[in-house]
């Protein structure tokens, strides 16, 4: 008879308010996968804590003294690299501070509802919970590979119009790439956790005159997404913005769904525009949700729709996925398990057998870029 014994992952907490480390340990410790094997004051400390520690998973204020989240993160991603949650405020400081985190390595992000000193924290506790276990079980080692390609290096080589060759043994194709057309086209990309460095790394990519527009539904909360299009068009050749409602869409230019809202299309004549919606529910717990935008695209059969799923936990993009294969002509990517820091929505394109072809996230650009102009 084999015994199955279930190891808990060990959490490291750093926050500079004592209440916060206390919540925050409380919640962390009434999950049974968990266990809470310390805490810091300040980001000096929290280096110091991971490396005696050798925790599985941390999570991370930003704002701290003597030296910042974002400070210790570098050091800890350059030493000892592990799963991070960031601990964010919600005010325009903070979601740039967050953002710049992902970029360093962070996997995720709680938002303080209540500032500095959250007193309604417990209204996040599942989420606290959910957050940091899909971060223990992520492998720090789809990320660092990939780090090289994340770094503001590779904006100033595309800002000259460079785009790198893919690697072939890293792709996979199937049948049913799109024929020459003279029809509309549009791309759709839908990611959630990690997902703000693969846009990164795809986006860069992207020639200033892809000739399309780019509508992209990235899981984030409100006040986060403006954010992360603002640093994105800092580094990409074509525009990136947070979707206004009832803008005409526009070639060249990606959209970003903002946080809290769907996003969907409409036609305006001869034209589309950008629909967002905070009426409609969460699917699966997301708003946006990438199954809303792809169901309603799936209206406009005249425009051929060239699809990227990428990292995120869960299946949201499979529906979607489905009914707009039936409706028009898509041609979709989903990234390979090499690379997907969370394998779940990419994985589930790839089971239903919607995708025409498997890439890794450093190919996903260029193979995105070859649809639109065949």
Same mark, same amino acid.
Do not use: W
């Given at each position: 008879?084999?015994?199955?014994?279930?190891?808990?992952?060990?959490?490291?907490?750093?926050?500079?308010?004592?209440?916060?480390?206390?919540?925050?340990?409380?919640?962390?410790?009434?999950?049974?996968?968990?266990?809470?094997?310390?805490?810091?004051?300040?980001?000096?400390?929290?280096?110091?804590?991971?490396?005696?520690?050798?925790?599985?998973?941390?999570?991370?204020?930003?704002?701290?003294?003597?030296?910042?989240?974002?400070?210790?993160?570098?050091?800890?991603?350059?030493?000892?690299?592990?799963?991070?949650?960031?601990?964010?405020?919600?005010?325009?400081?903070?979601?740039?501070?967050?953002?710049?985190?992902?970029?360093?390595?962070?996997?995720?992000?709680?938002?303080?509802?209540?500032?500095?000193?959250?007193?309604?924290?417990?209204?996040?506790?599942?989420?606290?919970?959910?957050?940091?276990?899909?971060?223990?079980?992520?492998?720090?080692?789809?990320?660092?590979?990939?780090?090289?390609?994340?770094?503001?290096?590779?904006?100033?080589?595309?800002?000259?119009?460079?785009?790198?060759?893919?690697?072939?043994?890293?792709?996979?194709?199937?049948?049913?790439?799109?024929?020459?057309?003279?029809?509309?086209?549009?791309?759709?990309?839908?990611?959630?956790?990690?997902?703000?460095?693969?846009?990164?790394?795809?986006?860069?990519?992207?020639?200033?005159?892809?000739?399309?527009?780019?509508?992209?539904?990235?899981?984030?909360?409100?006040?986060?997404?403006?954010?992360?299009?603002?640093?994105?068009?800092?580094?990409?050749?074509?525009?990136?913005?947070?979707?206004?409602?009832?803008?005409?869409?526009?070639?060249?230019?990606?959209?970003?769904?903002?946080?809290?809202?769907?996003?969907?299309?409409?036609?305006?004549?001869?034209?589309?525009?950008?629909?967002?919606?905070?009426?409609?529910?969460?699917?699966?717990?997301?708003?946006?949700?990438?199954?809303?935008?792809?169901?309603?695209?799936?209206?406009?059969?005249?425009?051929?729709?060239?699809? !990227?799923?990428?990292?995120?936990?869960?299946?949201?993009?499979?529906?979607?996925? %489905? @009914? *707009?294969? =039936? +409706?028009? #002509?898509?041609?979709?990517?989903?990234?390979?398990?090499?690379?997907?820091?969370?394998?779940?929505?990419?994985?589930?394109?790839?089971? !239903?057998?919607?995708?025409?072809?498997?890439?890794?996230?450093?190919?996903?650009? %260029? @193979? *995105?870029? =070859? +649809?639109? #102009?065949?």
């Amino acid at each position: 008879m084999t015994l199955t014994v279930n190891v808990s992952k060990r959490v490291l907490i750093a926050d500079d308010s004592a209440f916060m480390r206390k919540l925050i340990s409380e919640i962390i410790s009434s999950h049974p996968s968990l266990e809470v094997v310390g805490t810091a004051r300040n980001g000096q400390e929290a280096v110091e804590k991971v490396r005696l520690l050798k925790p599985d998973v941390m999570t991370l204020d930003i704002e701290m003294p003597i030296l910042d989240g974002l400070g210790a993160l570098q050091i800890i991603m350059k030493e000892n690299p592990l799963p991070v949650v960031m601990l964010s405020s919600t005010t325009k400081e903070g979601a740039e501070n967050t953002i710049r985190a992902m970029e360093y390595g962070a996997v995720d992000f709680i938002t303080k509802p209540g500032g500095a000193i959250s007193l309604n924290l417990r209204d996040s506790e599942k989420v606290i919970i959910n957050k940091v276990v899909d971060a223990s079980q992520i492998d720090m080692m789809k990320i660092f590979p990939r780090r090289a390609l994340s770094t503001p290096a590779i904006a100033s080589v595309m800002k000259k119009r460079l785009t790198p060759e893919p690697s072939r043994s890293t792709v996979t194709m199937t049948e049913g790439a799109l024929t020459r057309s003279a029809v509309k086209k549009f791309m759709v990309i839908g990611t959630s956790t990690g997902g703000p460095r693969a846009l990164q790394q795809v986006l860069v990519t992207l020639p200033e005159n892809i000739g399309v527009p780019i509508l992209i539904v990235q899981h984030m909360p409100a006040g986060f997404t403006k954010s992360l299009a603002d640093r994105l068009d800092s580094l990409c050749s074509i525009k990136v913005k947070e979707a206004e409602n009832g803008e005409l869409i526009e070639k060249n230019t990606a959209y970003i769904a903002p946080g809290g809202k769907h996003m969907k299309v409409a036609r305006v004549g001869v034209s589309y525009a950008i629909r967002l919606d905070d009426q409609d529910l969460p699917r699966m717990g997301h708003r946006p949700a990438v199954d809303v935008l792809l169901e309603s695209v799936s209206e406009f059969p005249e425009i051929q729709f060239v699809t !990227a799923i990428m990292t995120g936990m869960g299946s949201d993009g499979l529906r979607g996925m %489905k @009914l *707009l294969k =039936e +409706q028009c #002509k898509t041609y979709t990517i989903a990234e390979s398990e090499d690379t997907a820091v969370v394998y779940g929505m990419p994985r589930a394109i790839q089971e !239903a057998g919607l995708a025409d072809a498997s890439a890794n996230v450093q190919d996903i650009g %260029k @193979l *995105l870029t =070859e +649809q639109v #102009k065949s």
